[in-house]
């Protein structure tokens, strides 16, 4: 079986929330970032890069990061694609990349083990929750094989990601309902603090 790395990006400097970085965010007694990353490892990640840029300083000394492993991202004003790639050029040769963002603090381990399980070789694995009419929507977090997920860094520009190499090729997708565990939402403005605030979302028997 192939592990899977964590790529955790945390870069971003919250500006439309207006509360500073979003990784910094105190979230059940610790920090939003913080949570993120074990939520990753209980889910079954075997490590994790947490990639930062504005607040990095303050994230760096956080003690729920001390194991993992800390990418800085000195351009992170330019937008996610810098961090995406600096991520996959940090994860372990031969592993799966599991990009995760730290503004989805309703996440679950249950979520991310789900994904890990499910993972083919030589295929993409995104978390899909519900849309209008019973659809699923691709969402985060979002599993890359080795080889695919080189090639989306080398597409990844400004503030898109892997959004280009994935709407290039949605035959290697493959989409896992976790609409049970959580709705892809994530902290974005003042309106969504409430996102803070919710319990995990139980899984229905």
């Known amino acids: 079986m192939v ?3 964590a790529v955790l990006l945390a870069a971003g400097a919250g500006t439309r929330l207006g ?60 937008g996610m694609g810098g961090s995406f790639r600096l991520g996959v050029a940090a994860t372990a040769p031969g592993n799966n990349t599991l990009i995760a963002l730290v503004d989805q603090p309703g996440v679950t381990a249950g979520l991310v083990n789900r994904l890990i399980a499910t993972h083919r070789p030589g295929r993409v694995t995104a ?4 849309g209008e009419g019973g659809t699923l929507l691709r ?3 979002i599993i890359f094989s080795p080889e695919l997920a080189e090639q989306a860094a080398a597409t990844s520009t400004g503030d898109a990601g892997a ?24 902290l974005d403005t003042e309106a ?3 996102l803070m605030e919710r319990p995990p979302k139980q899984r229905k028997s």
């Open 192 to 194: 969504d603090l409430h």
């Open 3 to 5: 592990n899977t790395t």
């Open 163 to 186: 959004r280009q190499f994935l709407r290039e090729h949605p035959e290697l997708i493959d989409l896992v309902d976790c609409s049970d565990l959580f709705d892809g939402a994530d």
């Open 19 to 78: 509360r500073g970085p979003k990784a910094l965010l105190p979230f059940r007694g610790a920090t939003l970032v913080e949570h993120a990353a074990a939520v990753l490892r209980d889910g079954g990640c075997t490590d994790v890069v947490v990639v930062l840029g504005a607040g990095s300083a303050a994230a760096a000394v956080l003690p729920g990061l001390a194991g993992c492993r800390l990418v800085s991202n000195e351009g992170w004003a330019s």
């Open 127 to 130: 978390a899909g929750y519900g």
């Open 139 to 141: 969402g985060h977090p």
